[in-house]
């Protein structure tokens, strides 16, 4: 019996994914109560939606004029989880293409 190890890589990029939902949240909600009128300015100048605008906000260091320690706090823990999420997907393309597996248990001589 094998163990496809692509799993590994699939459940931690899944991880990464579904957390970054409610890290953005945080973010989201600390950024309206803290800073209203920051978040009023971004959602003006929004071409397509406020949520990419919010995004873009994030990945361009916005944040940092703030001064606000517990935004960047948060922000860092957006950045590092989409670190993560990257090397997990580069890891589980790379163990799909190779075929990778773990033997698992112990097998029986042929005989």
């Not at 459940?11 to 939902?21: D, E, G, K, P, T």
């Not at 004029?65 to 999420?85: E, T, Y």
């Not at 997990?88 to 097998?107: F, N, R, S």
Request: charge should be positive; aromatic fraction near 12%; include cysteine.
């Amino acid at each position: 019996m094998t163990f496809p190890i692509f799993l590994i890589p699939l459940a931690v990029f899944l991880a990464c994914i579904l957390s970054q939902f409610w890290l953005y949240a945080r973010v989201r909600r600390a950024l309206i109560d803290r800073h209203p009128e920051t978040f009023l300015a971004m959602a003006r100048r929004a071409w397509l939606s406020v949520d990419n605008a919010f995004y873009w906000w994030i990945f361009r260091g916005g944040h940092k004029p703030l001064g606000d320690a517990d935004l960047d706090a948060k922000v860092s823990q957006i950045h590092i989880m989409v670190v993560v999420a990257i090397l997990a997907w580069l890891g589980l393309v790379v163990t799909v293409m190779t075929g990778v597996v773990i033997p698992v248990g112990t097998a029986a001589p042929p005989t």
